[in-house]
């Protein structure tokens, strides 16, 4: 018997499981389509975008909103490079929350940081940006590191002194040079990753180059938030936004909350980022009004209350995920702009 009515043969003896092996795979494909469900995520026809990129020059300070950013080794350019200290330590909202109403921005020409407050009570502050040469170069401490900075001066410390009301605030920058070193903190490295994350150099933030958040998140804490209140018999209030939170990138709002807590790694306009440990742990900087400058206003600890009940986990409260360029040094001068595609490479 030929080839082909072998084939044949086999086909005729055969064909009531090929209609019904076709049967079930259509009943699937109509379960998971009826159902919004994704088999795999990293395949999924919707693409997830780039709603806001927020820089912080300043950290704990407001953020600026960008249509696009360069990427350098620490993380966005002009990301957090300036920090106020007292005493030769760090100092954020926790301490001083009325920093949540110091507004930077950046002149168009690149060289300038201008300063002000959200309701314009004083006077405008300029800096020099990367002006480091010839100064100083003094060690000061961030959390557990000790970083070598350059103090911007006398001008602009007695601006933050008198508008923080604490005395001896002092503006530093990170020094240039190759003086400025600060690795990735190991308590953010997940110890199941291979990569030597600790090469990795960040600026003057909490631990990571880049944090992410999607607005379904904050809409899904939101809906959590009024019903705790409203089991509480508590007053209704206005719902939280991204400042709050303050990340670096806000995807624009998708079928899925947290969705972003199950991207190991990603790809935006070719850089790289693969994610830190779990997630973003949260404090009380979270709980800090940014219309009034005043730590947890209303005495409820929201968000921190409601995360308690469905975000807890062993390293913390989590809320947003934290970034790092895959190599260090590989995507220097990357830039990512509003509307990006982020294509998630593994999950």
């Known amino acids: 018997m030929s080839t082909n009515n072998l084939l044949i043969e086999f086909v005729k003896s055969n064909i009531n499981f090929f209609i019904g092996a076709g049967i079930l795979a259509l009943n699937a494909y109509a379960f998971y389509n009826n159902n919004n469900l994704k088999l795999d995520s990293c395949s999924s026809d919707q693409k997830i975008k780039i709603k806001k990129i ?29 920090m106020l200290i007292e005493n030769g330590r760090f100092m954020t909202q926790r301490k001083a929350p009325k920093m949540a109403l110091i507004q930077p921005n950046i002149s168009e020409d690149g060289k300038w940081l201008i300063i002000k407050d959200k309701d314009n009570t004083t006077s405008e502050l300029r800096v020099l940006i990367n002006d480091t040469s010839r100064k100083e170069v003094i060690n000061v401490g961030i959390w557990k590191d000790n970083v070598n900075v ?36 190991t308590v953010y490295i997940d110890k199941k990753q291979q990569q030597p994350e600790e090469i990795h150099q960040v600026s003057l933030c909490d631990g990571s180059q880049t ?35 303050r990340p670096n990138i806000l995807v624009s709002a998708g079928d899925k909350s947290f969705e972003e807590d ?58 947003g995920a934290e970034f790092i360029q895959e190599f260090e040094n590989e995507a220097n001068g990357s830039e990512i702009s509003v509307g990006d595609i982020i294509n998630v490479l593994k999950v």
């Open 211 to 245: 944090n992410i958040l999607s607005e379904s998140s904050i809409v899904e804490l939101n809906n959590r938030i009024s019903e705790t209140r409203k089991s509480n018999g508590e007053e209704q209030r206005s719902p939280l936004t991204w400042e709050r939170f």
């Open 262 to 319: 199950t991207w190991e790694k990603i790809n935006i306009s070719g850089l790289v980022l693969k994610k830190l440990s779990a997630g973003c742990p949260r404090c009380k900087l979270t709980t800090v009004d940014y219309d009034a400058g005043v730590l947890n206003p209303y005495d409820d600890n929201e968000p921190l209350r409601t995360l308690e009940t469905f975000r807890k986990f062993d390293s913390g409260l989590l809320f």
């Open 54 to 82: 927020i820089i912080y020059p300043i950290k704990s300070c407001k953020g600026i909103e960008v249509k696009s950013c360069k990427w350098d080794k620490y993380g966005f350019v002009n990301d957090r490079r300036f």
């Open 150 to 185: 350059v103090d911007c001066g006398e001008e602009p410390s007695i601006w933050f002194s008198n508008y923080l009301g604490i005395d001896g605030v002092r503006l530093v920058t990170m020094a240039s040079g190759g003086s400025y070193t600060r690795k990735v903190d």
